[in-house]
């Protein structure tokens, strides 16, 4: 029975699903306005390996993830650029979806964007402005933290010396600033990008939009909600004083909290600029796999202290399984089985299962299957091994990167943004008469299953 740590009441808690065998969970998404870095993406890791074990236990999953297109950072970021905003967050918004098929992330069942729903924010508005828990003041509406005496039961937060009707403006803000929030802001500036309302011009509060989308698709309570552990206070505070003040219901039952992603002892975010893409170390040369392994490797409610040393080991231990795995495939052994292994394969199942069910304790899981693999290579070594272990080998293997899908991804495939680079660079070396390089690019593209065609119209390219 899978376990998990309950941010709302700080316990270790089954798992039990409102609705038969069906989990309804939400999990924050990007604010696309650039390329995610690495810290967000342990979240999105530790969300899509909650996702995946979900299923392996035979659930049902309605997993909704959004994109904030809409908020402080993507305004300003679209203004600095000058485009416009929808222009700059399907950019990002694109360059995401690659990143997570770079990682083999699953795709959650609905990507909503929070710019497609103004008219749930605006219910959800006239809700809370109705039963008394909203007000609008100069253009903007706000919400009455006073009104709501449940306000701090997921952060714990205390709201002694707070100053009632002090407001605060700011998406993001921390607990000194614990006031009322904004959930529908005037515009600041000129050509902000608005929309019109019985209050007047304006845009979404960030947490209004979270709230609003995940009630449209899972309704008024729903099972989990997901995201970094920096969004607890205020975002997700914020999220169940707004949803259960408007619906008088229950928001979520379970809060799952992803821990940071650390550089030197510090939070890799992008106001601090210590962040690292995902882009930036595929290109120094790390592969995805041995990135998404390193990020499994932590179970997701301690910190990860990032180093390329760690990195460079995950890569190696990867490596490793992924060699023993092909080793076994190649291996011609004699028919049977041998007792010993059989009981191996079942003890690291077990414990597999357990690791995963306490907390999702994949330092737990990976341990099983390493000293599994460590038994085996004995076999291996003594001539013991059978036919009938190296099918069991290899299907526990299959079974267990269900969940972690760091085995099965195929390490070569290129993204085809990649290939157009590659493309543009060979054209730019035969345009520079550089056919040493061309012919190299030609040939490693040929290797990975990309064969190319030089039309009239320029070059084109299909996956064998
Ligand atoms: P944002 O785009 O800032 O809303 O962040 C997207 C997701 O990444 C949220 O769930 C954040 O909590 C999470 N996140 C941001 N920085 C980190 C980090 N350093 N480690 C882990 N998760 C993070
Ligand atoms: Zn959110």
């Given at each position: 029975m899978l376990k998990l740590r309950n941010t709302l009441s700080g316990l270790v808690e089954e798992l039990q699903p409102l609705e038969g065998r069906r989990v309804r969970m939400y999990a924050c998404g990007l604010t696309v306005y650039d390329y995610g870095h690495i810290g967000n993406f342990r979240t999105f890791v530790s969300v899509d390996l909650l996702r995946r074990y979900l299923k392996f236990q035979g659930f049902e999953i309605t997993h909704v993830m959004n994109f904030t297109d809409v908020d402080d950072n993507t305004i300003d970021r679209a203004a600095r650029e000058r485009v416009s905003l929808r222009e700059l967050t399907d950019r990002y918004i694109d360059v995401f979806l690659e990143d997570m098929r770079t990682l083999n992330l699953e795709t959650p069942e609905l990507m909503p964007r929070a710019t497609d729903h103004i008219p749930e924010m605006l219910s959800l508005i006239e809700r809370l402005l109705k039963r008394g828990y909203a007000y609008v003041s100069e253009g903007s509406v706000y919400f009455r933290?006073?009104?709501?005496?449940?306000?701090?039961?997921?952060?714990?937060?205390?709201?002694?010396?707070n100053i009632a009707g002090a407001r605060v403006d700011a998406d993001k803000y921390d607990?000194?600033?614990?006031?009322?929030?904004?959930l529908w802001k005037a515009p600041?500036?000129?050509?902000e990008p608005g929309w019109e309302t019985p209050w007047g011009r304006g845009r979404p509060g960030w947490h209004l939009e979270c709230s609003a989308m995940s009630m449209r698709y899972l309704g008024e309570t729903f099972d989990i909600h997901c995201g970094g552990v920096d969004l607890i206070f205020p975002h997700h505070e914020n999220e169940i004083a707004q949803s259960e003040c408007a619906?008088?219901?229950?928001?979520?039952?379970f809060w799952y909290h992803t821990e940071f992603l650390q550089v030197e002892g510090e939070k890799m975010s992008k106001s601090l600029g210590n962040y690292l893409t995902l882009r930036d170390l595929v290109a120094k040369g790390f592969k995805p796999m041995a990135i998404r392994y390193a990020l499994i490797s932590?179970?997701?409610r301690r910190q990860l202290n990032f180093t390329f040393d760690g990195l460079r080991a995950a890569g190696k231990t990867l490596e490793g399984l992924l060699d023993f795995r092909r080793r076994l495939q190649e291996a011609t052994c004699e028919s049977g089985a041998s007792p010993a292994l059989t009981e191996a394969v079942a003890r690291a199942r077990a414990e597999f299962i357990e690791g995963m069910d306490d907390d999702l304790n994949t330092a737990r899981a990976l341990g099983a299957i390493h000293s599994l693999v460590r038994d085996a290579n004995i076999a291996v070594a003594e001539g013991s091994l059978r036919a009938g272990d190296r099918e069991a080998l290899l299907e526990f293997l299959a079974e267990a990167d269900q969940v972690l899908?760091?085995?099965?991804?195929?390490?070569?495939e290129l993204l085809d943004s990649e290939i157009q680079d590659l493309i543009r660079e060979r054209n730019q070396a035969r345009g520079d008469r550089n056919f040493g390089r061309s012919d190299e690019i030609r040939i490693l593209l040929a290797e990975r299953g990309i064969l190319l065609e030089d039309t009239k119209a320029g070059t084109r390219w299909r996956r064998k």
């Open positions: 933290v006073g009104a709501f005496p449940g306000y701090g039961k997921l952060s714990k937060i205390n709201l002694e010396g607990k000194d600033n614990a006031r009322d929030f904004v600041k500036r000129e050509g619906t008088g219901k229950p928001f979520v039952r932590v179970p997701y899908g760091v085995l099965g991804h195929e390490e070569g």
